[in-house]
């Protein structure tokens, strides 16, 4: 548990500090510094490890400093020659001081930001029961065979890290900044920095990411960005639930760094309307690029939503004023162009030809956006938040200044119907076909309209007389927050079935990787294995976690990888290996010593399965479970 705690402590460290300070030193503010910090980080590990592959220096927490050292002297050079960021509407504190009752309120502010987080994680954790859980999922599985290696060879270069998912180890292009920023830490098992890296930069971005986007979408609401971080905390689709559903770590991570990221344009944006200095506006075209680069080196589908968004921003804010300044018009353009760019080009081609995920039918998809129920955990206070961003939505759409937000809500949400119905569009085909990764933008910007929201809805309230408030609007006031707290309260049965069915040790209907007598057995008997000796077992059983969590060689340590000719070879051979001296002399050339089989397969594959044929007269059994057994290849080669 320290090791997880000082996990998260660092890697906060790591994302905010380099950030905030190269974008101080271009003169922004502290909260844009802030929001734009975590994105920032992206750059700086993935661009990072490149360089340090390159020249070969080997990954870590001194090449990370010597990186942010960079970018901080890179910060104050621009700005000896002259470029500033401009004054934004994030200039000043998060939260305005307010003469109203409401000021009085934000008082408390932190304990219900406190007690929100608590209603979000303490389910995670209940089943978790431990800092080193290992998640059931097939992602899971990867991401801990990555960030090993990236341990293990103190590479975590994205032109490289793609080696892990062929037994060749041939590299190829992985998006792997959240590994860069997981490698910096030095302490720890695997699946602890893991765990603490994920936790790092799901929850903290996400939320103050979203407080800041509201505080530029509604400076003059005083309780814009506590209202909007709540809903941020409280709402079903947030990063932290799509790490225990589905696990695709870097897409959730560089998701919870795009509010900051989109409040960091939108308020830059809005300081350089109608006429921007060419100063200012390089000096944000700058600091925004980079931010959208760390992105796509998080995730390559985050920064095309960034685009997209950039599109809608710029387009709706720049209309009324073409007329005085046409070459505003260039920013959408171009931002679109950069959109069609990435999604048809060869890194684009990796997603887009995808076929598969989950199809739903018409009704039910427009019920999954329309009542707030998301395939990311839906509950009932999805409905209930539902509720509100629907007449924010339509007060945004109604409201000038406002549309944009409301416009973007739409777009996404066309998207995410696109991915709900598997559309012949292609509109969500950079997401995999998938409305689990498009529900993070969609609630992102939900959390702001809920606002706008309540704004309406308290329209509905006793109107204050000069003299205060009326009598009847103190009880009605106390009545309603007590309904809230109780719906959120009402939500934790919810969650915690949510994280179960991937985080028990037992889960009805849902197999495992990893069982937990697995576990204690590999615990008890790895240490006297020889960890330089390779195991050849399916990838879809406990054994590809060997090599995450204690380092042991494995053939196959990624579930899903695509099986060389020579990896055919070996798991057909381990069939009669016993008593063929040509099959057995196959495995001892490439250093097979171990095969582990499985009588309960997680997934049924003919090449696969065939590692479960052989007996025990393959050699000697160092340990088995109901459901499993490690053999010590002892055949006779001739």
Same mark, same amino acid.
């Given at each position: 548990m320290?090791?997880?705690?000082?996990? =998260?402590?660092?890697?906060?460290?790591?994302? &905010?500090?380099?950030?905030?300070?190269?974008?101080?030193?271009?003169?922004?503010?502290?909260?844009?510094?802030?929001?734009?910090?975590?994105?920032?980080a992206g750059a =700086?590990?993935?661009? #990072?490890?490149?360089?340090?592959?390159? %020249?070969?220096? +080997?990954?870590?927490?001194?090449? &990370?400093?010597?990186?942010?050292?960079?970018?901080?002297?890179? #910060?104050?050079?621009?700005? +000896?020659?002259?470029?500033?960021?401009?004054?934004?509407?994030?200039?000043?504190?998060?939260?305005?001081?307010?003469p109203t009752s409401s000021g009085a309120a934000l008082h408390w502010a932190p304990l219900w930001l406190v007690g929100a987080a608590a209603i979000a994680l303490a389910p995670i954790a209940r089943q978790a029961a431990r800092p080193d859980a290992v998640l059931e999922r097939w992602d899971t599985l990867y991401h801990l065979s990555a960030l090993q290696r990236v341990r293990e060879t103190s590479d975590a270069s994205s032109l490289h890290l793609g080696a892990i998912s062929n037994s060749a180890l041939e590299p190829t292009f992985y998006p792997a900044a959240f590994h860069a920023l997981a490698g910096i830490v030095p302490w720890g098992s695997t699946p602890v920095v893991l765990n603490g890296t994920v936790l790092a930069l799901a929850v903290v971005p996400w939320a103050l990411g979203i407080a800041l986007l509201a505080r530029t979408v509604l400076p003059q609401v005083s309780w814009a960005p506590f209202g909007a971080a709540l809903a941020a905390l409280l709402i079903p689709a947030t990063p932290w639930n799509l790490w225990i559903h589905l696990s695709p770590i870097p897409n959730l991570s560089a998701f919870a760094a795009l509010p900051g990221s989109l409040a960091a344009a939108a308020a830059l944006w809005g300081a350089l309307l109608p006429r921007p200095r060419w100063r200012s506006a390089v000096a944000a075209g700058l600091v925004v690029g980079a931010a959208g680069l760390g992105l796509g080196l998080l995730h390559p589908n985050v920064a095309v939503t960034a685009l997209i968004l950039l599109v809608v921003l710029t387009a709706v804010t720049a209309l009324p004023h073409l007329r005085t300044t046409p070459l505003l018009a260039a920013v959408p353009l171009l931002a679109a162009l950069a959109v069609l760019a990435v999604v048809f080009s060869p890194l684009g081609a990796h997603v887009t030809g995808f076929d598969g995920g989950l199809r739903i039918p018409l009704w039910r998809a427009f019920m999954e956006v329309g009542l707030g129920l998301l395939t990311v955990w839906p509950m009932a206070l999805g409905v209930v938040l539902a509720a509100l961003w629907w007449p924010g939505l339509i007060r945004c759409l109604r409201t000038a200044p406002l549309r944009w937000v409301g416009i973007a809500w739409l777009v996404i949400a066309v998207i995410y119907l696109d991915a709900a119905l598997d559309s012949p569009l292609n509109l969500s085909a950079i997401y995999y076909r998938g409305q689990d990764r498009v529900s993070m933008p969609l609630a992102m910007l939900s959390c702001v309209l809920v606002v706008p929201g309540l704004q309406v809805w308290s329209r509905l309230l006793p109107e204050r007389t000069p003299q205060g408030p009326p009598r009847a609007l103190r009880p009605l006031t106390i009545g309603l927050v007590?309904?809230?707290?109780? %719906?959120?309260?009402?939500? =934790?049965?919810?969650?915690?079935?949510?994280?179960?069915k991937n985080l028990a040790a037992h889960y009805p209907g849902r197999g495992r990787f990893l069982q937990p007598d697995e576990r204690a057995l590999f615990e008890e008997h790895v240490p006297q294995m020889d960890s330089a000796a390779t195991v050849l077992a399916s990838p879809f059983s406990g054994a590809a976690h060997l090599y995450a969590l204690y380092g042991q060689d494995v053939r196959l340590p990624v579930a899903g990888m695509a099986y060389s000719d020579l990896d055919r070879e070996l798991i057909y051979a381990t069939e009669d290996a016993a008593y063929n001296p040509a099959s057995c002399q196959l495995l001892q050339e490439h250093g097979i010593r171990y095969v582990y089989q499985e009588r309960l397969p997680y997934a049924h594959h003919r090449t696969s399965d065939s590692v479960n044929l052989a007996g025990p007269e393959l050699g000697r059994v160092l340990f088995e479970t109901e459901h499993s057994r490690m053999i010590e290849v002892e055949c006779d080669a001739g």
């Open positions: 320290l090791f997880l705690l000082l996990t =998260i402590l660092l890697v906060l460290a790591a994302v &905010y500090v380099p950030g905030y300070v190269g974008v101080r030193l271009l003169g922004g503010s502290r909260l844009l510094a802030l929001a734009l910090a975590p994105a920032l =700086i590990a993935g661009i #990072g490890a490149i360089l340090a592959a390159l %020249l070969g220096v +080997r990954w870590g927490l001194p090449t &990370y400093l010597a990186a942010s050292t960079l970018l901080a002297l890179l #910060g104050w050079g621009l700005a +000896r020659f002259g470029l500033r960021l401009p004054t934004t509407v994030l200039d000043g504190p998060l939260l305005p001081h307010s007590l309904a809230a707290a109780l %719906l959120a309260l009402g939500s =934790i049965p919810a969650r915690d079935d949510n994280a179960a």
